[in-house]
């Protein structure tokens, strides 16, 4: 690990200052993650503040009793009513069935182990068939949970914002200018990105680069 934030400081000399004001990159591969479950709860938090999406997803779980592990067949068989009521839109309730019946007929896979062994546009092509995942959500996957070192989310408002801020550009850069600029961080584009985002953690320091 410190030879990926050794090589994103050295891309340049703002990036070296931003790594070491701010906490150190710390996300590390679970096997332990089960797609499903990651997934659907990406699927309730979708378009809402972290609050009222815990709740809602603390309601829908409570549907299947106190078991560690959603089981897909289980979600499948939920009468549509009752996810509603838990709080879930019509959207993500088709959404979440839609993931529960692809985790069934294995276009997703069932565990991290499974997903190991599958480079990270492998993963994508394949979670992005279910009904209300985009490569967004897909790509926090690989990065929060799985761990892989480089995740470029060129769409990532926060990403955006952060390099514009330490690069001190005045508008944000477009998917393509993204792209173009996170090839001086790979193969630890994850990395950077991370920095990215504590670039934004403490305003007041970031400002000294204004």
Same mark, same amino acid.
């Given at each position: 690990?410190?030879?990926?934030?050794?090589?994103?400081?050295?891309?340049?000399?703002?990036?070296?200052?931003?790594?070491?004001?701010?906490?150190?990159?710390?996300?590390?591969?679970?096997?332990?993650?089960?797609?499903?479950? +990651?997934?659907?709860?990406?699927?309730?938090?979708?378009? $809402?503040?972290?609050? @009222? /999406?815990? %709740? =809602?997803? #603390?309601? &829908?779980?409570?549907?299947?009793?106190?078991?560690?592990?959603?089981?897909?067949?289980?979600?499948?068989?939920?009468?549509?009513?009752?996810?509603?009521? +838990?709080?879930?839109?019509?959207?993500?309730?088709?959404? $979440?069935?839609?993931? @529960? /019946?692809? %985790? =069934?007929? #294995?276009? &997703?896979?069932?565990?991290?182990?499974?997903?190991?062994?599958?480079?990270?546009?492998?993963?994508?092509?394949?979670?992005?068939?279910?009904?209300?995942?985009?490569?967004?959500?897909?790509?926090?996957?690989?990065?929060?949970?799985?761990?892989?070192?480089?995740?470029?989310?060129?769409?990532?408002?926060?990403?955006?914002?952060?390099?514009?801020?330490?690069?001190?550009?005045?508008?944000?850069?477009?998917?393509?200018?993204?792209?173009?600029?996170?090839?001086?961080?790979?193969?630890?584009?994850?990395?950077?990105?991370?920095?990215?985002?504590?670039?934004?953690?403490?305003?007041?320091?970031?400002?000294?680069?204004?």
């Amino acid at each position: 690990m410190k030879h990926a934030i050794a090589h994103v400081a050295a891309s340049h000399p703002r990036m070296a200052e931003l790594i070491a004001r701010s906490r150190r990159y710390d996300i590390t591969p679970s096997l332990s993650v089960r797609p499903f479950d +990651a997934l659907a709860e990406s699927i309730a938090y979708q378009q $809402l503040s972290g609050k @009222a /999406a815990a %709740t =809602i997803w #603390g309601r &829908v779980r409570a549907l299947f009793g106190k078991r560690k592990f959603l089981d897909p067949k289980e979600v499948l068989k939920m009468p549509d009513a009752k996810l509603r009521a +838990a709080g879930l839109s019509r959207s993500k309730v088709a959404a $979440l069935k839609d993931l @529960a /019946a692809k %985790t =069934i007929e #294995g276009v &997703v896979p069932k565990t991290g182990r499974a997903l190991e062994k599958m480079s990270d546009e492998e993963i994508i092509e394949r979670l992005i068939q279910v009904r209300g995942i985009g490569r967004w959500t897909v790509e926090m996957l690989l990065l929060f949970d799985l761990g892989r070192l480089d995740v470029w989310p060129i769409h990532d408002y926060g990403v955006q914002k952060g390099l514009a801020k330490t690069f001190r550009k005045r508008k944000l850069p477009t998917p393509k200018q993204m792209l173009k600029l996170g090839k001086k961080f790979a193969p630890y584009r994850s990395v950077a990105a991370w920095y990215f985002w504590r670039a934004l953690d403490a305003p007041e320091k970031a400002n000294r680069f204004d």
